[in-house]
């Protein structure tokens, strides 16, 4: 190759590879501005539920009960217990179920036609509309019962849970190294001593950072508690009877003609937030050190 042809070869090089740096560096660019862009809705609804909910948020409304409409008084106490009180009641519903059945679908028989079936099954119950899941829970328990009750709205809550808690069990049970497995068989140990002392200590980190994304997704929905638990202006004081939930609060709050329930309605938004913040934050910090 002449000089000259090496010249032009080394030139043409030289602008192909500052284009595509130019390239690059625009698409970067151009991606950060997406991903900005699509943390501007979040952004603004943080701001806004901040502007209208936290003159509001004190100790007397956090520990009050609903006021009548039009007086300037009150909190939603009973929303937050009712609300602790039914998520409760579909953890312990579902956590077992979940956990268990993760366990056989994943330990005993990975490859049957029932294990297939029941992850196809969780999979579809992770996408169906939560008010099914509340509809459900009105079949089974308020036509049973006669009532609107917080067990009512636990067992709905816990249809929600499940299929998340499973999900995310089999997963975690699936991150054990197969190792483990063979050194405790080697040693003699039994199937059930293998999971319950070696497999399960393992993957629990893993099994509860699922089980507080549930309880998370459960803490904020509406419709199944609606169909369930309805409302009550007072002090539950017994599990069959109507309980007071945040998300129904905000929901029949917000349509009051009335300044001061509206506000409510925001700062009752705010402090759900905040809890299923919280409750996430704790799972991501907590359970991924020990991951």
């Known amino acids: 190759m002449s000089l000259t042809g090496a010249h032009f070869f080394h030139q043409q090089e030289g602008r192909t590879s500052w284009v595509r740096l130019v390239r690059n560096q625009a698409l970067t660019l151009l991606c950060f501005l997406l991903s900005a862009l699509t943390l501007v809705p979040l952004f603004s609804l943080l701001f806004l539920l901040l502007k209208k909910g936290l003159p509001l948020l004190s100790l007397g409304v956090l520990t009050g009960l609903p006021p009548a409409p039009g007086l300037e008084e009150g909190g939603f106490g009973n929303a937050i217990l009712g609300t602790a009180t039914m998520v409760g009641i579909g953890l312990i519903l579902a956590a077992p179920l979940g956990i268990l059945g993760a366990i056989f679908i994943h330990e005993y028989a990975p490859y049957a036609r029932f294990s297939g079936a029941v992850r196809f099954v969780a999979k579809l119950l992770t996408g169906i509309p939560s008010i099914i899941c509340g509809a459900f829970a009105f079949a089974f328990v308020v036509l049973t019962t006669g ?4 067990l009512a709205g636990g067992v709905a809550l816990a249809v929600l849970m499940l299929p998340t808690i499973l999900l995310t069990s089999e997963q975690a049970l699936r991150g054990v190294s197969s190792s483990y497995r063979d050194a405790s068989y080697g ?9 319950w002392h070696i497999v399960f200590p393992e993957a629990l980190p893993a099994i509860m950072m699922g089980m507080m994304l549930a309880i998370a997704r459960a803490a904020g929905e509406t419709a199944p508690v609606l169909f369930t638990a ?13 309980t007071a939930s945040l998300s129904v609060f905000i929901y029949n709050f917000s349509s009051l003609p009335y300044s001061y329930q509206v506000q409510m309605a925001w700062t009752a938004a705010l402090v759900l937030v905040i809890i299923v913040t919280g409750i996430n934050i704790t799972a991501q910090l907590f359970f991924r050190k020990q991951l």
Do not use: D, K, V
Not at 188 to 194: D, H, I, L, W, Y
């Open 147 to 150: 009532n609107f009750s917080a």
């Open 187 to 195: 040693l003699g140990a039994t199937a059930f001593q293998t999971i």
């Open 230 to 242: 309805l409302f009550n202006q007072n002090w539950a004081h017994s599990l069959m009877e109507p």
